[in-house]
T-cell receptor
Framework: KAGVTQTPRYLIKTRGQQVTLSCSPI?????VSWYQQTPGQGLQFLFE???????NKGNFPGRFSGRQFSNSRSEMNVSTLELGDSALYLC?????????????FGPGTRLLVL | AQSVTQLGSHVSVSEGALVLLRCNYS??????LFWYVQYPNQGLQLLLK??????LVKGINGFEAEFKKSETSFHLTKPSAHMSDAAEYFC????????????FGSGTRLSIRP
């Protein structure tokens, strides 16, 4: 089975712009979660989607949003980019939304905001 | 609320020596516990997970971890370190009422000396 794929892998944007990141989960997985990884804050949960519905949301401003499509692919959008949004954004998929399910991570999208 | 504390942001051991990475958790409900490894410029890969089936959990690459409820610990060990074990290791907990799907520790960078 193919793993979790994320596109693009690298992205450079300027402050005030918006960005959309894409994640394709492992085939058959219905849950997709997004995380932000920074040297200062570590790994922080952004949100989870299951069957096209947002199940959980972390403590991030409304500029961060996401959605999931009927094929379980997910997109994450950040509007009005700030310098502090520079990070590695990781997507993870799992079979379902239960807490004990293993999450399989993609390689991440590295976003640099100038 | 759930939380995870990883003691030691950086651990250095000699090749062939015992690897011990410490993780303590806090949870008001029986937790699910995970260890993930992250190699440079990659996503996270699951090493092992505890889901209450057995307190000693064996994972990939010779790693294992023991769940000790009385000590609220889930330390990761490997009897003999290999150069390829150099990476960042994250302990994580899930299963509580927190809005976050999973909570990660701050990570421990493992270095292997020849």
């Amino acid at each position: 089975k193919a793993g979790v794929t994320q596109t693009p892998r690298y992205l450079i944007k300027t402050r005030g712009q918006q960005v959309t990141l894409s994640c394709s989960p492992i085939s058959g997985h219905r849950s997709v979660s997004w995380y932000q990884q920074t040297p200062g804050q570590g790994l922080q949960f952004l949100f989870e989607y299951f069957s096209e519905t947002q199940r959980n949301k972390g403590n991030f401003p409304g500029r961060f949003s996401g959605r999931q499509f009927s094929n379980s692919r997910s997109e994450m959008n950040v509007s009005t980019l700030e310098l502090g949004d520079s990070a590695l954004y990781l997507c993870a998929s799992s079979w379902d939304s239960s807490a004990e399910e293993t999450q399989y991570f993609g390689p991440g999208t590295r976003l640099l905001v100038l | 609320a759930q939380s995870v504390t990883q003691l030691g942001s950086h651990v250095s051991v000699s090749e062939g020596a015992l690897v011990l990475l410490r993780c303590n958790y806090s949870s008001s409900v029986p937790p699910y516990l995970f260890w993930y490894v992250q190699y440079p410029n990659q996503g996270l890969q699951l090493l092992l997970k505890y889901t209450s089936a057995a307190t000693l959990v064996k994972g990939i690459n010779g790693f294992e971890a023991e769940f000790k409820k009385s000590e609220t610990s889930f330390h990761l060990t490997k009897p003999s370190a290999h150069m390829s074990d150099a990476a960042e290791y994250f302990c994580a907990v899930s299963g509580g009422s927190s809005a976050s799907k999973i909570i990660f520790g701050s990570g421990t960078r493992l270095s292997i000396r020849p």
